[in-house]
C-alpha cells in the first residue's frame, strides 16, 4: 500500500516527527527513480546532464522563469535564466548525433506555487530520433505503471479521483474532448490553415451559457475551457492520453499530417492531473522563430516582459533529425503514486516561501 501522508500544517518539514512521517515517501520517491532510470538503461537511452542556466529559459508566453546574471572575468553583467525545461539543450544533442536521450534534473518556474505546482520541480525528458510520438505514449504508460508497482499499488489516487494503472488506457482528441465536455465544436473555429476565428469560438461559448470575459483572445478561451470543462474529467479510472492539440496550441510540435488544424502534441491525465507533455518535434526553424516570436509579443502584452530568442537552438533545429519527446513531471508522478495530497510532501526539501 502507499505510504500515509503526514500532516505537513502543523510543524515545518525539518521537525524530525515530521520527517519521520515523510521519510516512507521519500524512500518511495527514490525507488521509482532508479526503477524509470533502469528503464531507460534497458531501451538503449543515453542519460544526459543538460545545463540549468539557459540564454532563454523558454519562449512560451505563460511560463515564467527566473533570472539571473553571469558576471564575467572583466566584471561585466550579462543575463541569464534557469530553464523551465531542459528542451532546448536536448535537442542540440540531437542535432549533434545523439539518437536516444534522458535527462531527470531539475527545472524552475516562477509564478506557481500549489498543491500540483512547485517553484524548483523534478522533470523527466526523453527523446527518440525517427520513431513514432506513439512510442513515447507507450513509454509514458509504462512510466506511470513502474511507479505504482514501486509503492505495491494498482490504483493511484488525487482527491477523491483515481486510476487503475493497468487498465487501457483512453485516446481522446483535443476536439472530440471539447465536443463531449464543453459540446464546443472546437474545428470548427479554425480555418483549413489553422488560423482561429474568435468570434466563432465566442459565440459557440454563449450558445452553451459559457462566460466571455471582454478583450479577450481565442487562446485564452481555449485554455479556460480545457481548465474548467475538459481537464477535470480526464484520467478518471484509466489513464487519459489527450491528443491533436489545436496548431495555434502547438508550441515546438510539428503539425498533424493531412490536417493542418492539429499538431502532434499530447499531454497524459491521471486522476484529473497533467503528467505529461509530449511532441512529434518541429524541426522547421523558421516557423519555429515565427511561433517563438508571437508567444513574445503575447508575453510582452500580457506582463511586460520578453525573452529572448536562442539563436543556437534555432540554427541547430536545422540540423536535428525527426524526433518524438515528451516531459513527465516526476513529483507529480511521485504524488499520485504515494496518494501524498501535494507536490509539497514528496519533495525531499521544499522551497522557502520566501516571505512572511
Known sequence: MPPTPPDFTASPWWSPSVHADRRPILLARNRIELALRTYFADHDFVMVDPPGLQISPGNEAHLHAFSTSAIGNDGQASPLYLHTSPEFS??????????RIASIGHVWRNRERGPLHHPEFTMLEWYRVEQSYDTVMADCVNMIRL??????????????????????????????????????????????????????????MRDVDLAVPQDCTWSYLFSRILVEKV??????????????????????????????RVAERFEIYACGVELANGFGE??????????????????????????????????????????????????????LATGAPSIDHVVWMPVAEGRK
Open 282 to 335: 518541429l524541426t522547421d526553424a523558421n516557423e519555429q522563430r515565427q511561433r517563438f516570436l508571437a508567444e513574445m509579443a503575447e508575453k510582452q502584452r500580457l506582463y511586460g516582459e520578453y525573452y529572448p530568442l536562442d539563436e543556437a537552438f534555432l540554427m541547430a533545429l536545422e540540423l536535428m533529425p525527426d524526433a518524438c519527446g515528451v516531459a513527465l513531471g516526476f513529483d507529480r508522478l511521485v504524488m
Open 147 to 204: 511507479a505504482a508497482d514501486k509503492v505495491g499499488t494498482d490504483t493511484m489516487s488525487w482527491r477523491g479521483r483515481s486510476i487503475n494503472v493497468h487498465a487501457k488506457p483512453e485516446r481522446l482528441s483535443v476536439a472530440d474532448a471539447f465536443m463531449r465536455y464543453a459540446d464546443i465544436d472546437l474545428l470548427d473555429t479554425m480555418d483549413s490553415d489553422g488560423n482561429t476565428d474568435l468570434a466563432a469560438l465566442t459565440a459557440q
Open 90 to 99: 536536448m535537442k542540440k544533442l540531437l542535432a549533434a548525433g545523439e539518437r
Open 231 to 260: 481537464e477535470p474529467q480526464l484520467g478518471l479510472g484509466q489513464i487519459t492520453i489527450l491528443d491533436l492539440y489545436p496548431a495555434a496550441e502547438a508550441a515546438l510540435a510539428r503539425r498533424a499530417a493531412g490536417d493542418a
